[in-house]
Each structure stands twice: as C-alpha cells, then as structure tokens.
C-alpha cells in the first residue's frame, strides 16, 4: 500500500534506494524474465537526472538488478514530440528509427552484423 514506485527517492539531499528493485528482481528470477523495461525514465527515479548523485543511484540500483538476475535493464526516455520538428537531429531520429519502429508489423532478430549492413545499405 506505501510502496514508492520508482527505484529511487530523495531523503533530505540524498538520493536512496527505496527497495523496488528487491521485488524486480524476485519477480525477474521467478518468471525467468531476460528483458526489464522501466517506462519512463523519469517516473522511475526522484531527483534530477541531470545531477550525477540522481543518475549514479538509479545506474547502481540498475546494476544491482543486472547482476543478480542476469537480464538486460532498459529505461525508455520521452521526448516532447511537438518540438521534434524544430530539432534537426531529432526529426532525423524520428523519420529514421522511431516511425519505422512505431508502425513496424513485427520486429526482425538479426545479428549485430546483419543490423550494421542493413543499416548501411538504407543510407547508401
């Protein structure tokens, strides 16, 4: 019922663990899972994450889960998408990566490699 939902919280100027990650990683374990995603990142930690105590908390608490559950930890980020047009390497990202993704009928596994040549080849 008192459960703080992010990983991170302020205590006075400090940035602390508020023991989320303990459930994340007994659920990770129990269900086997190799892929966490915390959406989004700035739900998932007080503080600013342009200050090094607030990210180097929410890294450590990332570790953490990393190293005793062995699966891949992933933070997704939002950007306000009603400025993208007025940043020229965000409408890149957005016309190249993110609109192919968001409209993708399925996602393809592919090697590094395979990734690399096709990627060259679409800016060839």
Do not use: W
């Not at 602390?16 to 966490?36: H, M, N, P, Q, R």
């Not at 007025?86 to 596994?109: G, S, T």
């Amino acid at each position: 019922k008192d459960r703080d939902p992010r990983l991170t919280r302020s205590d006075g100027r400090t940035i602390v663990s508020t023991g989320l990650s303990d459930a994340i990683i007994k659920a990770t374990i129990e269900f086997d899972a190799k892929l966490i995603v915390c959406d989004h990142l700035q739900g998932v930690t007080a503080g600013d994450l342009n200050i090094s105590d607030t990210a180097t908390m929410l890294a450590q608490e990332a570790n953490r889960i990393v190293s005793e559950t062995e699966a891949a930890v992933v933070f997704t980020a939002h950007t306000n998408k009603s400025q993208i047009d007025d940043d020229p390497i965000m409408l890149f990202a957005k016309q190249n990566y993110y609109d192919p993704i968001y409209h993708a009928d399925c996602i393809q596994r592919m090697t590094f490699d395979e990734f690399s040549e096709q990627q060259l080849q679409r800016f060839a």
